[in-house]
T-cell receptor, first 110, second 116 residues
Framework: QKEVEQNSGPLSVPEGAIASLNCTYSDRGSQSFFWYRQYSGKSPELIMSIYSNGDKEDGRFTAQLNKASQYVSLLIRDSQPSDSATYLCAVNTAGNQFYFGTGTSLTVIP | GAVVSQHPSRVICKSGTSVKIECRSLDFQATTMFWYRQFPKQSLMLMATSNEGSKATYEQGVEKDKFLINHASLTLSTLTVTSAHPEDSSFYIC????????????FGNGTRLTVT
């Protein structure tokens, strides 16, 4: 079992819709969780961090964490074509190791 | 602003030559840095973990004699691609982590290497 798993997609949503990206992790003791966005040909950039159960909102982005179910999600409201990218979920495990999922490719259709 | 600086952003070299890529942490001291390689439309692949003052740890299948890593200070790691071949052409990305617990990984802007 991989440490972090994501659906590779591709995920397509129409402009203005909500895009929902999901991630599961295996280490129950994991403490911190991150979402990165990577545009084609660019390096990943951090867009959200979440450490506690529940929701964390930042503009159009909402990260959701459920430690009991060991999943993290990212919601993008009012999706824009500029949101088209690959989204990487990352987890810092109890052993302070950093693991990435393989990424979900998102396309927002104008 | 950027917390990890990577240079050069783009390099073209001839087969058989060596290329050095630098990765610097700007706002913190990084005892550990990571080097990734990414081919078009593929996932990030961790190549090696660079440890300040000690030998790097290479992932399975990565040739340590070909990809030389030096982490001589707490803010600088270098990756040298030796005797480059066209199949080494790729996007190389470094990352570093603020040692404070629960901090995220910060990425450099990447180096596009083309070997002719």
């Amino acid at each position: 079992q991989k440490e972090v798993e994501q659906n590779s997609g591709p995920l397509s949503v129409p402009e203005g819709a909500i895009a929902s990206l999901n991630c599961t992790y295996s280490d129950r003791g994991s403490q911190s969780f991150f979402w990165y966005r990577q545009y084609s040909g660019k390096s990943p950039e951090l867009i959200m961090s979440i450490y506690s159960n529940g929701d964390k909102e930042d503009g159009r982005f909402t990260a959701q964490l459920n430690k009991a179910s060991q999943y993290v999600s990212l919601l993008i409201r009012d999706s824009q074509p500029s949101d088209s990218a690959t989204y990487l979920c990352a987890v810092n495990t109890a052993g302070n190791q950093f693991y990435f999922g393989t990424g979900t490719s998102l396309t927002v259709i104008p | 602003g950027a917390v990890v600086s990577q240079h050069p952003s783009r390099v073209i070299c001839k087969s058989g030559t060596s290329v050095k890529i630098e990765c610097r942490s700007l706002d913190f001291q990084a005892t550990t840095m990571f080097w990734y390689r990414q081919f078009p439309k593929q996932s990030l692949m961790l190549m090696a973990t660079s440890n300040e003052g000690s030998k790097a740890t290479y992932e399975q299948g990565v040739e340590k004699d070909k990809f030389l890593i030096n982490h001589a200070s707490l803010t600088l790691s270098t990756l040298t691609v030796t005797s480059a071949h066209p199949e080494d052409s790729s996007f190389y990305i470094c990352s570093a982590r603020d040692p404070r617990r629960n901090s995220p990984l910060h990425f450099g802007n990447g180096t596009r290497l083309t070997v002719t």
